[in-house]
């Protein structure tokens, strides 16, 4: 007979406790790297926080000690803490509704390049054998009765001690907790439970479930201004993907990001904030009728987009896309995926850089009959980590740049510099595009339109990446770019006048005017447009 497996039996309540302390101490170190700036290294207080965290968590732990329970939610606790953590520690990552949200949109082609090794030995060791560990234990279980009556004492005490702790040292848990909320959203695991509850009620929750459709009264204005002859609009929308104002030389970066925009007249909108930090929630955000103030994923899911009004008023509509999708905005118009094409000189590898998709806006330009054309380009851009993997090695200016898509073992400036790359190579591409409309001005009135859905970190403060909740967010994930490049003929149809534009670009803005802005620059009327909000509206004589 094989001999029995040894497995030891610890006491349910020592389980409890080592759960505790190691969620609380092994996997909140974002939580005590703030906590320890912002006490000012208060080492007794430290002491105190850390004693009722425990306090707490064994409480909550304790309600679950029971046969068939205590062991499954401690299992669930600590692969929610171990697996958050390596984001948290890595990148800075706080994990909020939106960010639950941005990971479930999250394709696999993305997803694919966060699984580094650092992330697999991360899990091993924070997650795996943690998990290993409670399965190999063996818990002794009494009867109900007097287990219950155990657990109530346990938890009594638990809540006693904690209450005990925050009333000593009340003033100050209250003064960090007022003016540093970012520290409690850094507490693993209460704030990623927290944030899938509010997930879970914000999309699941919702009681009409109709489809709103908007704009049924959308049509073309096909009258042209008193002596001109009205030519089909041909603009171009650019959806800038993880783009930072702050990188682009033409909004004063001491780097020359930007050679070609820098060569073109263009409206350079300097002062932009997105709606979100992640694609998930900016670009539904963007292209809706509703305001940050007003927006929720649940409202924009059944509701049309300003696309949609654009496409009823006979405007041929496309969406082209080089990156994770439209996130539900080009369900009702063409949509083409360009990221298995094996045919372009642009694709190598399975990859493809994003001049592909102009060599394909052309064919939706030429294939047509001369008629209102808006054709929505969705690049990669400089979607991170994989920065080094988003230009092409010609088009590199900046050296030596981050070749790992783990960002915190290279140097900031390696990061930098390969984000820098995408900028550059984002510049070439906007650049190649008007050079495209430009040979169209015979036949179109011509616009280009970029704007990116939100920024990224690149080690400052410490943060990588984006996705920080929205009141916590620097700079460099909300500041967007936000350029539009109009033919002479299109800036004369439109009669602007260019020195109140001058006034206008430095205005602060936001993707709330985005909707209104892209109808009135595609000749579309319709009642859901609103002037106040198109951000060339008051310099059109």
């Known amino acids: 007979m094989r001999p029995k497996m040894y497995r030891p039996i610890i006491n349910r309540f020592l389980l409890v406790a080592f759960v505790a302390l190691y969620i609380v101490a092994v996997c909140n170190n974002l939580f005590w790297t703030k906590f320890w700036d912002y006490s000012q290294q208060d080492v007794s207080f430290a002491i105190i926080t850390g004693l009722f965290l425990f306090s707490v968590l064994c409480a909550f732990i304790g309600s679950f000690s029971y046969k068939y329970l205590l062991k499954p939610i401690a299992i669930l606790l ?5 697996s958050t953590s390596y984001f948290s520690d890595t990148f800075g990552t706080i994990i909020d509704s939106n960010m639950i949200e941005n990971v479930l949109a999250t394709e696999q082609s993305e997803a694919r390049e966060l699984i580094t090794t650092g992330l697999v030995w991360h899990l091993i060791l924070y997650t795996v054998l943690p998990v290993l560990l409670l399965l190999w234990t063996r818990i002794n279980f009494g009867t109900f009765k007097k287990i219950y009556f155990q657990n109530v004492a346990f938890v009594t005490v638990a809540i006693l001690f904690a209450t005990l702790i925050f009333w000593s040292s009340f003033s100050s848990f209250v003064s960090i907790a007022r003016n540093h909320r970012d520290l409690q959203m850094s507490l693993i695991p209460t704030q990623p439970l927290f944030a899938l509850s509010q997930y879970v009620a914000r999309n699941f929750a919702v009681k009409d479930k109709s489809f709103v459709q908007i704009g049924l009264d959308a049509t073309l204005v096909s009258k042209p201004p008193l002596g001109q002859k009205r030519k089909p609009k041909l603009t171009i929308m650019v959806l800038g993907e993880t783009a930072r104002a702050k990188s682009f030389s033409i909004n004063g970066y001491e780097r020359n990001t930007n050679p070609e925009l820098k060569k073109l007249k263009l409206f350079n909108f300097e002062n932009v904030k997105s709606c979100g930090t992640a694609t998930a929630v ?18 924009a899911k059944y509701s049309e987009n300003v696309l949609d009004v654009i496409n009823r008023a006979g405007v041929h509509t496309v969406w082209i896309n080089n990156n994770s999708g439209s996130k539900g905005q080009a369900n009702r118009i063409i949509y083409i995926d360009l990221r ?18 102009v060599d394909e806006m052309a064919k939706y330009v030429n294939g047509q009959d001369v008629k209102d054309t808006l054709i929505i380009l969705h690049p990669l851009g400089s979607h991170g980590p994989s920065y080094y993997k988003r230009v092409p090695q010609p088009i590199k200016k900046f050296f030596p740049e981050c070749e790992i898509d783990e960002l915190n073992k290279c140097t900031q400036q390696e990061v930098i510099n390969g984000y820098d790359n995408t900028i550059v190579y984002t510049d070439h591409f906007l650049g190649k595009i008007v050079r495209y409309l430009k040979t169209k001005e015979t036949s179109y009135d011509t616009t280009m339109v970029y704007l990116s859905d939100h920024g ?4 400052e403060l410490g943060l990588y990446l984006h996705g920080l909740p929205y009141a916590f967010a620097p700079d460099e994930q909300i500041h967007v770019p936000f350029v539009v490049w109009m033919s002479k003929a299109m800036i004369q149809q439109k009669k602007i ?25 595609v000749d579309v009327s319709t009642s859901v447009y609103d002037s106040k909000l198109d951000v060339f509206h008051q310099c059109q004589n």
């Open 78 to 82: 600590v692969i929610i803490a171990g």
């Open 282 to 299: 900016s670009v539904p955000c963007m292209f809706s009728q509703f305001t940050k103030s007003n927006y929720s994923s649940a409202k």
């Open 340 to 357: 298995k094409n094996t045919v372009s000189k642009h694709c190598i590898n399975g990859r493809c850089f994003d001049e592909v998709l």
């Open 456 to 459: 990224e970190s690149t080690g």
């Open 497 to 521: 006048d260019l020195e109140c534009m001058q006034r206008v670009v430095k205005k602060p803005i936001s993707h709330d005017n985005f909707f209104h802005t892209l109808l009135q620059l």
